[in-house]
């Protein structure tokens, strides 16, 4: 069971890779082995890798140089308590995520989080401060990593997809 989970996680990376591929005109490609190369268990490789190589295994999904600080996390699941969202409040699977994400993250990057679900769709949580813009979006509040939106993925795409290239351009020296 767990191979046919691993496959289903690799494909949505894959599908991601592609479309932002398509959609910026520059090659994103699937971290190989995915997984945090450099977060969470993993953070003590930072210690012995060179800038360079941190850069491109922070994340599930391999950014072009002009996308620098940009790190993605994918999850592909079955499915989603989206209903604690708005009744509780707190969903611990996507603690967990956005905790994945933070820990592979350098603490400046603009992070992502991809979501698929079967026969839902496809959704992104981003952090709030970023100021990216929203047709509609679930409040979601971390205890440890601050606030972040739910939304959905083609509509985050249409309204912030030049704002994203712009913010995750690397830093002028």
Request: glycine content about 6%; aromatic content about 12%.
């Amino acid at each position: 069971m767990a191979n046919q989970q691993k496959a289903k996680g690799s494909t949505f990376e894959r599908e991601i890779a592609n479309d932002l591929t398509e959609r910026y005109g520059e090659k994103f490609i699937r971290t190989p082995g995915s997984g945090a190369y450099v977060g969470g268990k993993n953070a003590v490789r930072r210690d012995f890798l060179h800038e360079g190589t941190i850069r491109i295994m922070k994340g599930d999904i391999i950014v072009p140089p002009n996308f620098d600080r940009l790190c993605i996390e994918c999850k592909s699941y079955k499915s989603f308590p989206f209903h604690q969202l708005l009744q509780q409040g707190n969903v611990r699977q996507l603690e967990e995520w956005i905790n994945q994400l933070v820990d592979s993250a350098d603490p400046d990057d603009i992070k992502l989080l991809f979501m698929k679900f079967n026969n839902v769709g496809k959704y992104v949580v981003a952090e709030a401060e970023r100021n990216f813009r929203y047709y509609r979006g679930i409040n979601y509040i971390s205890p440890k990593n601050n606030q972040w939106i739910f939304t959905g993925y083609t509509d985050f795409f249409n309204l912030n997809q030049e704002l994203l290239q712009i913010l995750a351009q690397p830093k002028l020296s």
